[in-house]
T-cell receptor, first 116, second 113 residues
Framework: GAGVSQSPSNKVTEKGKDVELRCDPI?????LYWYRQRLGQGLEFLIYFQGNSAPDKSGLPSDRFSAERTGESVSTLTIQRTQQEDSAVYLCASSSRDRGLWTEAFFGQGTRLTVV | AQKVTQAQTEISVVEKEDVTLDCVYE???????LFWYKQPPSGELVFLIR??????QNEISGRYSWNFQKSTSSFNFTITASQVVDSAVYFCALYNQGGKLIFGQGTELSVKP
């Protein structure tokens, strides 16, 4: 596709349920990022995939959070046993190298997660 | 470790004033990249400008300009003759050579008519 696509755009879930958020990066982009943005706050880094390297999971807030990426395509962020503090917009971005330089990151529209 | 600090939480100006947004970064990498993004009330993140650590000169792009000072690890962003449509949250971001992208906490800019 032309841009980064995230689904669903909105998700309301009950506390304790598991949720899966999906990100389709721009075709050919080797790098993929997940961020969390709580209301009125900045972008909190969660996880970063780069090609076939081991992902950088240093931002995942707890073991309830996990993410996978198949090759250089789709990524899924899974939150198990959701809590109310997980309510936020989850943003996905992708980027690539162009003649050795990283391009800017292109962002999806985000998934607004509400845990009730 | 990488870190980006935007000390200004909120700025309010009157239309046509110039406004500078501050950004200070920390990195151990010798090659890195700096960006400014805009997030209007609609929520999407819009790329504005980039600067590579090895670039020599500061530049101007329309009403936007930026001042990169390696000696003070700062990457400040100026909007000249601000407009109401510039009202948004502005984020400074740092890429290291490995591609990890870290954002500052953002500065909310309000431009009043």
């Amino acid at each position: 596709g032309a841009g980064v696509s995230q689904s669903p755009s909105n998700k309301v879930t009950e506390k304790g349920k598991d949720v899966e958020l999906r990100c389709d990066p721009i075709s050919g982009h080797t790098a993929l990022y997940w961020y969390r943005q709580r209301l009125g706050q900045g972008l909190e880094f969660l996880i970063y995939f780069q090609g076939n390297s081991a992902p950088d999971k240093s931002g995942l807030p707890s073991d309830r959070f996990s993410a996978e990426r198949t090759g250089e395509s789709v990524s899924t962020l899974t939150i198990q046993r959701t809590q109310q503090e997980d309510s936020a917009v989850y943003l996905c971005a992708s980027s690539s190298r162009d003649r050795g330089l990283w391009t800017e990151a292109f962002f999806g529209q985000g998934t607004r997660l509400t845990v009730v | 470790a990488q870190k980006v600090t935007q000390a200004q939480t909120e700025i309010s100006v009157v239309e046509k004033e110039d406004v500078t947004l501050d950004c200070v970064y920390e990195t151990r990498d010798t090659t890195y990249y700096l960006f400014w993004y805009k997030q209007p009330p609609s929520g999407e993140l819009v790329f504005l400008i980039r600067r590579n650590s090895f670039d020599e000169q500061n530049e101007i792009s329309g009403r936007y300009s930026w001042n990169f000072q390696k000696s003070t690890s700062s990457f400040n962003f100026t909007i000249t003759a601000s407009q109401v449509v510039d009202s948004a949250v502005y984020f400074c971001a740092l890429y290291n050579q490995g591609g990890k992208l870290i954002f500052g906490q953002g500065t909310e800019l309000s431009v009043k008519p």
